[in-house]
């Protein structure tokens, strides 16, 4: 009996080895680039958290969401430490300038100093930058991490959220499509 117990007992730590093995690669498979809506937002659909955030390049001058209000606008969560930022941001900067919606940035958990030399060095493709240095409004928006996207429609209501970097295959396939449909919705918006 003590053998056979004795026996079990070496065996655990590879079982458990093994059971702690499972779990990441659990984790590492729901963390895959087409598993991103495993956490959907509870925001679409709904209205926009109201916020009062204060402008990158002015900061006595605060946006609220009345500044945007009447047309839909993409909302680009970013800060000059995110590395996956400095990917997304020339397709994020070829978007804006094709396109015929405001791209607002929203600067998120950084230094006023890095993030206006980070637009310097990289080129702002914002109609206007919004600071959150303190996180109160990212608690608000959901916002865990940076890069996130949200599509917010004429009337303040989220629309679409992505969390990771935008590509040229995500505006086309997924944020395109709604903007056509809201097009749609109110001929005449976008011209």
């Given at each position: 009996?003590?053998?056979?117990?004795?026996?079990?007992?070496?065996?655990?730590?590879?079982?458990?080895?093994?059971?702690?093995?499972?779990?990441?690669?659990?984790?590492?498979?729901?963390?895959?680039?087409?598993?991103?809506?495993?956490?959907?937002?509870?925001?679409?659909?709904?209205?926009?958290?109201?916020?009062?955030?204060?402008?990158?390049?002015?900061?006595?001058?605060?946006?609220?969401?009345?500044?945007?209000?009447?047309?839909?606008?993409?909302?680009?969560?970013?800060?000059?430490?995110?590395?996956?930022?400095?990917?997304?941001?020339?397709?994020?900067?070829?978007?804006?300038?094709?396109?015929?919606?405001?791209?607002?940035?929203?600067?998120?958990?950084?230094?006023?100093?890095?993030?206006?030399?980070?637009?310097?060095?990289?080129?702002?493709?914002?109609?206007?930058?919004?600071?959150?240095?303190?996180?109160?409004?990212?608690?608000?928006?959901?916002?865990?991490?940076?890069?996130?996207?949200?599509?917010?429609?004429?009337?303040?209501?989220?629309?679409?959220?992505?969390?990771?970097?935008?590509?040229?295959?995500?505006?086309?396939?997924?944020?395109?499509?709604l903007l056509t449909e809201l097009a749609s919705e109110a001929p005449g918006l976008f011209?």
């Open positions: 009996m003590t053998t056979t117990r004795n026996s079990i007992w070496r065996w655990m730590p590879l079982i458990l080895a093994l059971l702690v093995g499972a779990l990441l690669a659990g984790g590492i498979y729901l963390a895959r680039d087409d598993n991103r809506d495993a956490l959907p937002s509870t925001l679409i659909g709904r209205k926009a958290p109201d916020f009062k955030l204060p402008d990158l390049h002015r900061p006595d001058k605060f946006y609220t969401p009345r500044d945007f209000a009447g047309a839909p606008y993409l909302l680009n969560v970013w800060g000059s430490w995110c590395p996956e930022c400095r990917v997304e941001h020339p397709v994020l900067t070829a978007f804006a300038e094709k396109q015929k919606i405001k791209v607002v940035g929203y600067n998120w958990r950084d230094e006023r100093a890095d993030a206006l030399r980070w637009l310097e060095q990289f080129g702002n493709p914002y109609y206007a930058v919004m600071v959150d240095s303190d996180s109160r409004t990212a608690i608000d928006f959901g916002i865990y991490g940076a890069p996130e996207t949200f599509l917010i429609d004429g009337k303040g209501v989220v629309r679409w959220k992505h969390v990771g970097p935008l590509s040229q295959e995500i505006i086309d396939s997924e944020v395109m499509p011209k």
